[in-house]
């Protein structure tokens, strides 16, 4: 019964978002879309909790990222400095498949529980990164407000860049809005 | 059967707190909280949708101040600028009965659900700031990256005051926190 199936996961994925994008996420239903993907249900939930997950499971990995590259930034760097480097490597792994992340955009923002679980995801990322920065011995309420504002950044350029207006380089329109923050924060 | 109550609304929120408090948000019914506060169910539901929105119908009149001010602040202002006029608005406001303030905080920290709300709570009270420095002329990214800003330092400044380290003062934690923030983000 638990026969390999080559990438079982991303087909999965795939055939999630389409079917949500044809018949919206509430309507779709789990066997469809392992029919669609030519799997099982079976084999469906042995890669995500729930039809929910295709959308979010890659959180964790970002998460990861975010923290391992702030903690590895040098001893130098300031806090801000950190998230700067967190967001373009955030930048560059998320900015490589555009086309993907405006499908999951477009389901998102139909749903507004998944908007809700999206800003916990961007809430949960800041936690993250203001622990990191705690860890490099960043006392509060410096390590927050860097993390919170590192997300803010985080979020316009993602926005911007995935609902296609301006700069398709995501690593670059990362820093430009940190550019921005620092002309906007400075302004008065 | 309508007849008036005094301080309806009053009575039932403190009970609803109490409850929340001995026995757990989920724990709670509307039927202990009308109990509690010598009321009719069907009184508790001409103030509240659910037991849920006690601890949430301020947010409107938040968000209407917030909007005002920001609305209301000289044409000379910068963006940041109108939005610290804001947050201290905000914290004279909110500022006005920490112990309350303590209460329904530990209520929302002991629950997931909750304390989801309370950060959409926070998100949409971005957006309308956003919205209203749009309307003041200011462009994107700007208009976005400000208020998000804002309530970074909204978020910071009213978690060191409701959780009781240092200053009492909320409008006054506010300026700090954004005295903090601009050092923060030139920081480089």
Same mark, same amino acid.
Do not use: C
């Given at each position: 019964?638990?026969?390999?199936?080559?990438?079982?996961?991303?087909? #999965?994925?795939?055939?999630?978002?389409?079917?949500?994008?044809?018949?919206?996420?509430?309507?779709?239903?789990?066997?469809?879309?392992?029919?669609?993907?030519? #799997?099982?249900?079976?084999? %469906? %939930?042995?890669?995500?909790?729930?039809?929910?997950?295709?959308? %979010?499971?890659?959180?964790?990995?970002?998460?990861?990222? #975010?923290?391992?590259?702030?903690?590895?930034?040098?001893?130098?760097?300031?806090?801000?400095?950190?998230?700067?480097?967190?967001?373009?490597?955030?930048?560059?792994?998320?900015?490589?498949?555009?086309?993907?992340?405006?499908?999951?955009?477009?389901?998102?923002?139909?749903?507004?529980? #998944?908007?809700?679980?999206?800003?916990?995801?961007?809430?949960?990322?800041?936690?993250?990164?203001?622990?990191?920065?705690?860890?490099?011995?960043?006392?509060?309420?410096?390590?927050?407000?860097?993390?919170?504002?590192?997300?803010?950044? %985080?979020?316009?350029?993602?926005?911007?860049?995935?609902?296609?207006?301006?700069?398709?380089?995501?690593?670059?329109?990362?820093?430009?809005?940190?550019?921005?923050?620092?002309?906007?924060?400075?302004?008065?």
């Amino acid at each position: 019964m638990s026969r390999w199936e080559p990438n079982a996961r991303g087909r #999965l994925a795939q055939a999630s978002l389409e079917l949500y994008i044809e018949r919206g996420f509430e309507q779709t239903t789990v066997a469809e879309i392992a029919q669609r993907a030519g #799997l099982t249900e079976r084999t %469906f %939930f042995r890669y995500f909790v729930d039809k929910r997950e295709v959308l %979010f499971w890659g959180a964790s990995t970002l998460q990861e990222l #975010l923290v391992t590259v702030v903690a590895e930034a040098p001893t130098t760097a300031t806090p801000i400095e950190a998230i700067a480097t967190a967001l373009e490597s955030a930048g560059a792994f998320l900015g490589e498949n555009r086309a993907h992340s405006q499908v999951r955009q477009r389901v998102i923002d139909a749903n507004t529980e #998944l908007k809700e679980r999206e800003l916990i995801k961007l809430a949960t990322l800041a936690a993250a990164m203001a622990d990191a920065l705690r860890q490099r011995g960043v006392k509060d309420p410096t390590a927050s407000l860097a993390a919170e504002v590192g997300i803010a950044v %985080f979020r316009i350029a993602f926005d911007q860049w995935v609902h296609g207006t301006g700069d398709s380089d995501l690593a670059h329109l990362m820093r430009e809005s940190l550019t921005e923050l620092k002309a906007v924060t400075a302004g008065d």
